[in-house]
């Protein structure tokens, strides 16, 4: 007898079953996200640095808008590689 988990699981493959990935794929992706991880920490870095400048002449509404500037900097680059990713992803379904 199966377990409801196993009963779920057995419909939601049936509704949207999963792909298999490729090496090449899976390669790509792994690219993908190194890549989005380098451009980060290099951002990250570089406005870190602008922000402590910043609170360091005691301009914080500087500092204030170079945080926001951050996380949008962030949020912009992982859902660009979020994006690439998908479309290995979808590849792969049509394949």
Do not use: C, H, V, W
């Amino acid at each position: 007898m199966k377990s409801a988990y196993e009963l779920a699981m057995e419909r939601l493959e049936k509704q949207s079953p999963t792909s298999k990935l490729s090496e090449n794929q899976k390669a790509q992706i792994a690219e993908i996200d190194s890549i989005a991880k380098a451009k980060l920490a290099e951002k990250e870095l570089f406005l870190r640095e602008q922000i402590s400048k910043a609170i360091a002449s005691g301009d914080p509404t500087s500092a204030d808008q170079l945080e926001t500037q951050l996380a949008r900097e962030s949020r912009r680059i992982q859902e660009d590689a979020e994006e690439k990713k998908e479309r290995i992803r979808s590849s792969s379904l049509s394949s």
